[in-house]
């Protein structure tokens, strides 16, 4: 009888024992911080990493700047969790901002590549480049969050994301690095004078390093091609002022005697306006497409030469090339591309004001 009891509390203390197994390493969410915003640099041969972290006191939202420094990403970030008082979480970050210096002399491939595997960042991250002082710059954002500016705001697609800014997570960068047919292109900010954020234009990638810039017109077109809404707004060089409102494109890849050739059809919904002087109609489509397929042809044969797809054509050809050959896409086939683009341009609205008829 006495061991049939001493097995019963035995059975009992485990069954009380048992719910509480998986709680044995819980925080509490008061001790816990999370970071919305991390900034990475070099200083000599260290990482810095620097957090931007929000604090509830009393009912007011407050911001903090914390900084590590360590051979490896991981050892900032470790710093940073020995001299906090908190559990830092960076499941919440929502933006990596890294220091354009970095990105040109040593590349994104080992910050990315440690970020993928420790599976602690979400891989819908934004990437964006800092085209300032990276410390400066997150001065500022303390400035700003502080007044209710959020830089992931900046963006948002329902806030102040407009077609000229390019939006890059860190899947999207993680795929380029270990693609032979595509590479990407990566928004870049500094501190605004008038506003929070000044977009400078986007990165163009290869292998993890900074080579090339587009501008915010080329960015637009760029949004365009990869089928993004292009709505926003366009100067057609003298003789008038758009707003695109709609915008379609197709493409189509041939390889003819081991030399690809592209051909894309963009179209583009626009209203009119502004007017300058009496033009027609078809003056303004024609400048309109010839402006775009300008901007594009400068564009690609400066990337050709960069041997940069950041178009990512060489996805058009992945069944035309056989896979052992798909390696040397950048320098044996990207080069030689020909590439024919077509934009048809449909005026579907001219205000309230029809100033002329169209021939």
């Known amino acids: 009888m006495r061991s049939i009891m001493i097995c019963f509390k035995l059975v009992l203390s485990l069954c009380i024992l048992m719910p509480l197994s998986g709680c044995w390493d819980i925080k509490d969410i008061n001790h816990r911080a999370f970071p919305i915003a991390m900034g990475i640099t070099k200083e000599g041969e260290k990482f810095k990493v620097l957090l931007q972290i929000p604090i509830s006191s009393e009912g007011v939202q407050k911001q903090t700047i914390v900084k590590g420094t360590g051979l490896t990403i991981l050892k900032a970030v470790e710093d940073i969790r020995t001299n906090m008082e908190s ?12 220091d354009r210096k970095l990105v040109e002399e040593d590349g994104m491939e080992e910050p990315i590549n440690t970020f993928m595997r420790i599976r602690e960042i979400s891989s819908k991250t934004l990437i964006a480049i800092c085209d300032d002082n990276i410390d400066s710059f997150f001065l500022a954002l303390k400035k700003n969050i502080e ?6 705001d900046f963006f948002e697609k329902y806030a102040g994301w407009t077609p000229q800014i390019s939006l890059t997570r860190l899947w999207h960068v993680y795929r380029a ?9 990566i928004p870049m900010v500094k501190s605004g004078e008038n506003t929070a954020v000044t977009y400078t234009g986007s990165a163009v990638m290869k292998k993890g390093k900074l080579v090339s810039k587009m501008d915010p017109k080329e960015t637009l077109l760029f949004n365009a091609f990869h089928g993004n809404s292009m709505k926003g707004r366009v100067e057609v060089m003298e003789h008038a002022t758009i707003m695109i409102v709609g915008n379609t494109g197709f ?3 041939e390889l003819r005697n081991h030399i690809p050739y592209m051909f894309s059809t963009i179209r583009l919904n626009v209203v009119i306006q502004e ?11 024609k400048e309109l497409e010839k402006v775009l397929a300008n901007r594009f042809d400068g564009m690609l ?13 060489g996805q058009y050809y992945r069944n035309k090339i056989p896979y052992e050959e798909l ?3 950048r320098k044996k086939y990207y080069p030689n591309l020909e590439m024919k683009l077509t934009i048809h341009t449909t005026i579907q609205n001219e205000g309230s004001i029809k100033t002329i008829t169209d021939k």
Request: proline residues 0%; without cysteine; charged residues 25%.
């Open 177 to 185: 690095l270990n693609s032979y047919t595509q590479n990407v292109a």
């Open 327 to 329: 390696k040397d896409w």
């Open 275 to 285: 007017r300058r002087g009496n033009v027609s109609n078809a003056i303004i489509k």
């Open 251 to 253: 493409h189509k890849g």
């Open 301 to 313: 044969k400066r990337f050709q030469k960069q041997e940069s797809d950041v178009f990512g054509l």
């Open 147 to 152: 007044k209710g500016i959020n830089i992931y």
């Open 87 to 98: 559990s830092v979480d960076l499941l919440h970050i929502r933006i990596i901002i890294f």
